[in-house]
């Protein structure tokens, strides 16, 4: 159906920047909402940036706003998250995911999304 792997994770320093890159293969015409979910220890998966396959609409977390932004290659078959003046508070582990259905509805809740990668940690520190 899909896979998605993710890359780009790290250690920087608060004030920093990653990007994050997520490659879906297999039948990509599935991921009509593409996201990313992050995770921290002893906290639950919340939500943080998506985006739609027909028309790159983009939707944040407040906690995101003006600091990062999710975007998708032309073939709409990778997906990036450039994050920008990082905190200490982004540290997580951060999962690539995608979902066949297309509406908006539910976009910010997990258990919405089909498909997950095995996520990759991000560690900044302070």
């Known amino acids: 159906q899909v896979q998605l792997v993710e890359s780009g994770g790290g250690l920087v320093q608060a004030g920093g920047s990653l990007r994050l890159s997520c490659a879906a293969s297999?039948?990509?015409?599935?991921?009509?909402?593409m996201g990313w979910f992050r995770q921290a220890p002893g906290k639950e998966r919340e939500f943080v940036a998506a985006?739609?396959?027909?028309?790159?609409?983009?939707y944040y977390a407040d906690s995101v706003k003006g600091r990062f932004t999710i975007s998708r290659d032309n073939a709409k078959t990778t997906m990036y998250l450039q994050m920008n003046n990082l905190k200490p508070e982004d540290t997580a582990v951060y999962y690539c995911?995608?979902?066949?259905?297309?509406?908006?509805?539910?976009?910010?809740?997990?258990?919405?999304?089909?498909?997950w990668g095995q996520g990759t940690q991000v560690t900044v520190s302070s």
């Open positions: 985006i739609t396959r027909s028309d790159d609409t983009t």
């Open positions: 995911t995608a979902d066949p259905t297309r509406t908006i509805v539910n976009m910010r809740v997990h258990a919405r999304y089909a498909y």
């Open positions: 297999g039948r990509t015409f599935l991921t009509y909402v």
